[in-house]
């Protein structure tokens, strides 16, 4: 008989340990199972400014496709802003194999201050590579945590293309009490990024 996994204590990386059947106190073992898979590494071209407003306009082209949404707390803590002097990096990429929490995800990429990626150039280098990216191009999200220069607090950055084929961008604070990332998305960033 199958039995349902149990959570982790909250310092584990790990979504889930199982204990085998007929483990007891005195013999329990742990079957750790990892939350993320590496899937790609992009390398992000390094950027002398790089201005929301005029990436992020609706109806503008982002790779072959419309941006189609803003999101209001995208439009609340990212528009308006300019970054300068932005590096190059090579960008990794990773699946979730569970559902999974804000928290959860950071703890797998490093922690709080290894996971952000830290620029919104990165994001929007990933949605114009389009089918030549790693990215979803379906109805899955794609997300990275950032840091908005507004509040100074953690978000998590997430793009879709629509089944209209348009894109949709928004931010969720982080973390969120209610919402998990689903099984299969991707997250992009983490403790394994490096400098070009």
């Given at each position: 008989m199958a039995r349902k996994p149990k959570p982790?204590?909250?310092?584990?990386?790990?979504?889930?340990?199982?204990?085998?059947?007929?483990?007891?106190?005195?013999?329990?073992?742990?079957?750790?199972?990892?939350?993320?898979?590496?899937?790609?590494?992009t390398r992000a071209p390094a950027s002398e400014s790089f201005k929301f407003d005029d990436a992020f306009k609706i109806g503008n082209l982002i790779g072959h496709r419309a941006l189609r949404t803003l999101g209001l707390n995208l439009l609340q803590h990212?528009?308006?802003?300019?970054?300068?002097?932005?590096?190059?990096?090579?960008?990794k990429g990773w699946t979730l194999l569970y559902a999974a929490?804000?928290?959860?995800?950071?703890?797998?990429?490093?922690?709080?201050?290894?996971?952000?990626?830290?620029?919104?150039?990165?994001?929007?280098?990933?949605m114009d590579l389009g089918e030549a990216g790693p990215c979803h191009m379906d109805w899955q999200s794609n997300f990275a945590?950032?840091?908005?220069?507004?509040?100074?607090?953690?978000?998590?950055?997430?793009?879709?293309?629509?089944?209209?084929?348009?894109?949709?961008?928004?931010?969720?604070?982080?973390?969120?009490?209610?919402?998990?990332?689903?099984f299969n998305s991707r997250v992009f960033g983490g403790r394994m990024q490096s400098s070009c």
């Open positions: 982790c204590p909250a310092s584990d990386v790990q979504p889930f340990c199982e204990e085998p059947e007929g483990s007891d106190d005195n013999t329990k073992t742990e079957i750790r199972l990892n939350l993320i898979s590496h899937h790609s590494e990212f528009a308006g802003s300019v970054e300068y002097n932005v590096p190059q990096i090579l960008l929490s804000d928290i959860s995800v950071i703890r797998a990429l490093g922690g709080e201050n290894e996971a952000p990626i830290g620029s919104l150039s990165y994001v929007y280098h990933l945590f950032l840091r908005s220069s507004v509040d100074e607090r953690l978000w998590a950055v997430h793009w879709t293309v629509n089944s209209s084929n348009e894109w949709v961008i928004g931010a969720v604070y982080v973390p969120h009490p209610a919402l998990d990332w689903r």
